[in-house]
């Protein structure tokens, strides 16, 4: 969303040279620019989407977003998901949101790769752990993996959880 903004003030301010270039500096007339309102969907605020979805947390809830975005947004539906397991809360005002962290039992490469430190091989070394010894049962059986050190725990165990 930032970089669209970013385009769009680059070409207003290319517009705007432009045209200040062709009518010339010295003849004092006034130039009033109009930009079109933004059409993009308004943030009606955040929605925490739980149980049987593949990632549960906070996500942005956009005017408009219907029960499978929200789904969508969550990575989707477990394998044989009971659809009455599926949570949905929105926050009340006053209370604060939790910091969204990241299940490595069930997180695919593409999201682990999104922790600090891990790249696209240690993802995928977290990944080959828990197919072939079973899903972690504590944060601390990173350490097993091979490539990851106390260092690299250190940086992301905020970040990640075991869920229950």
């Given at each position: 969303m930032a970089g669209i903004k970013s385009i769009a003030i680059l070409l207003m301010a290319v517009i705007i040279f432009s045209l200040v270039a062709l009518m010339g500096c010295s003849q004092g007339e006034e130039i009033e620019i109009s930009l079109p309102p933004t059409t993009s969907p308004q943030l009606a605020g955040q929605i925490y989407i739980g149980g049987a979805v593949n990632n549960p947390g906070y996500y942005p809830l956009k005017e408009g977003d219907s029960i499978e975005d929200l789904i969508r947004a969550a990575g989707g539906l477990t394998y044989g998901a009971d659809l009455s397991l599926i949570e949905l809360r929105i926050p009340q005002p006053s209370e604060e949101n939790e910091t969204q962290k990241i299940d490595i039992n069930r997180a695919p490469a593409w999201l682990l790769e999104a922790l600090p430190g891990i790249g696209e091989v240690k993802?995928?070394?977290?990944?080959?752990?828990?197919?072939?010894?079973?899903?972690?049962?504590?944060?601390?059986?990173?350490?097993?993996?091979?490539?990851?050190?106390?260092?690299?725990?250190?940086?992301?165990?905020?970040?990640i959880t075991i869920a229950d």
């Open positions: 993802a995928q070394a977290i990944i080959d752990s828990r197919q072939q010894n079973g899903l972690f049962n504590n944060i601390n059986e990173l350490l097993k993996v091979e490539g990851i050190g106390q260092g690299i725990l250190d940086n992301i165990k905020d970040f």
